[in-house]
Every structure is written in C-alpha cells, then in structure tokens.
C-alpha cells in the first residue's frame, strides 16, 4: 500500500525555536487519525508542513509522493483543509464564497448546491458571510474544505463553535469521507470527541511525538489499569466484596456498585470471580484507560 503522507525526520525551526523536533510517520488512504497535543505542541506546524505551506528545516514531507511545499496543482486539488479560526470575505453570499474556492481548485461550481445542503446552509446559502455565526462560518469551512472530494483531508479544531447536534453531524460527513477511502487528519483538544471516532494517536509535546498507535496499541505500551464496575443486587455487596479479594483499590458506591482498578492481567480474574455471584450480580463493565488518561501518561513520561 502506497503511503499518502510521508513524514521522515522532519524538523522545522524558527529561529532558535525548533517547533517540530525530528518527527516521522506514514498515513495510509483510508485512516480517520487524531492528532493530539498541547498549545505550542507542534500541531499546527505539522499541519502547515503537510499542506505545503512551510517547508521543513531539516528531513523531508511529501504528500501523495511530492513535495508539497513546490506548489503542484494536483497535490493541492487533492487536499482539503479546515482551519482551526475560519475567516471570509464578509461582503460574499455563502454560494459565492464557495464558487471562488472551487474555481481555485479548477472543480466545477455544480456542486455547491449540494454541499451548502449537506452541511446544513442551503437557507443561508444567499446570505452574506457577515450575517453568519461562528458556527455557520465553522460549516462553511467544513464545506469549502470538501470541494473537489479529497483524498487527504486536515482539520484542525474543527468542531469549535459547532452545538452538539452539529458534531454529531460532522463526525457522520468524517465517517462518509473514511469509507470512501479518504484520510482525514483531526487536531483536536477535545479527547472525547476523537476517543471512537479515530483509529489511530499521534501524540506530540514540545515538538516530538511521543506516541504513535491505535487506542489498543497505546493501551497495551502504557499498562493502565482498567476500571471493573460490577452492579450488585440488593443485599450482595458484602458476599461479591468477599469474591473479588482484598483489593487495595475497590471503591463502592451507594450500595449498589463496585469498582475496582484492574492491571490488564488482573482484569480477566476480577471478572470472573464477579461472575461467580451469579444472581447477586446485574451488571458487569469492564471500562478501558480512555484517551485523556493515555494522553496525560504518555506526557508524564515526557516530563524532564
């Protein structure tokens, strides 16, 4: 499989500020991945240097196998970008916004109709960009970075200013956009957010990455207890309390739950030995390390 991104080594400064430090990855057509980091992580700079906008001080970026900083009109008509603070010319109607994007990327304005519509602005489609509201602007964004249906999609914060209806909404046009075999590239601070809808992590602090992998994969490098919570029917707690053990770390609440941090080899055991009450038990999760603990350890690690 031909990678669609290529990231080898790759170090930007400026000045005496390194703001990416020796970086590598590959992207493969199809991926949904997060990118995730603090301000000032290097996010945005990667983001900038995939586009083509800089180019790299030392290492190199190539984007469908060619430099994306020689301004090849192929390889631009191929990317589609959102940017995390969208801004137009607020004397232009949402349809002409559109139009002079798509004639930017030689695409016929055919189409704009429909994708006014499938971001939810057909109605405001005649309506001047200083009417609109951050979220409107956010969805115009959304639509110009869609023209031309690209293979290599970036958005950065791309749900900032959207209600939470109008997330759902965004994250169902990334679904459609993976199972055509696009590969979007989300930099979000929101964690929950990407928590299901990514396949794979990239983390990156003060330049470098840090981790690289899908949930599963960071999950097993990290060693994370996992959360066992047990409902427990009226009457049992003190009989499942005796089945589980004496474990340092078992919490219960109100009478009626049980939870009990378990090392991935401790899990299985806690289950079963839950399962053992038989009728005392109602329920049984079992609730893995999420993105923002994965996150936190991985730059724990990271600290000086």
């Not at 191929?78 to 349809?95: H, I, K, M, W």
């Not at 994708?115 to 602007?137: C, Q």
């Not at 601070?189 to 992998?213: F, M, Q």
């Not at 003190?238 to 991935?264: C, M, W, Y």
Request: aromatic share 4%; glycine share 10%; no cysteine.
């Amino acid at each position: 499989m031909t990678s669609l991104v290529e990231v080898s080594h790759a170090t930007k400064r400026y000045g005496a500020i390194e703001a990416v430090r020796d970086i590598s990855f590959m992207l493969e057509p199809g991926q949904t991945v997060a990118l995730v980091g603090h301000n000032g992580a290097g996010k945005t700079t990667l983001i900038k240097l995939m586009l083509g906008l800089i180019r790299a001080t030392e290492g190199h970026v190539r984007v469908f196998g060619e430099d994306p900083a020689a301004g090849g009109i192929g390889t631009r008509r191929r990317l589609g970008y959102l940017p995390e603070s969208v801004s137009f010319n607020t004397a232009l109607t949402g349809r002409e916004v559109l139009a002079f994007y798509a004639r930017l990327k030689s695409e016929s304005v055919d189409g704009i109709r429909a994708l006014l519509d499938r971001v939810g602005l057909a109605k405001a489609a005649e309506r001047r960009i200083g009417t609109y509201s951050k979220g409107m602007r956010q969805r115009l964004g959304l639509a110009q970075a869609l023209i031309g249906r690209p293979r290599l999609l970036l958005f950065d914060e791309p749900t900032t200013g959207l209600d939470p209806g109008l997330r759902m909404e965004f994250y169902e046009i990334v679904s459609e956009l993976r199972e055509r075999g696009a590969t979007v590239v989300l930099s979000s601070h929101v964690l929950t957010e990407l928590e299901e809808r990514t396949e794979r992590v990239i983390i990156v602090n003060r330049g470098r990455l840090v981790a690289d992998g899908t949930l599963d994969e960071l999950r097993r490098i990290a060693e994370l207890p996992a959360t066992v919570r047990v409902s427990v029917a009226q009457g049992g707690m003190e009989k499942v309390q005796n089945l589980l053990g004496a474990q340092a770390s078992i919490r219960t609440f109100n009478g009626h739950r049980i939870e009990v941090d378990a090392t991935p080899s401790q899990k299985i055991d806690l289950v079963r030995r839950a399962a053992d009450a038989g009728d005392l038990i109602e329920d049984i999760d079992v609730i893995p390390p999420s993105l923002d603990e994965l996150y936190a350890h991985f730059l724990r690690k990271e600290a000086p």
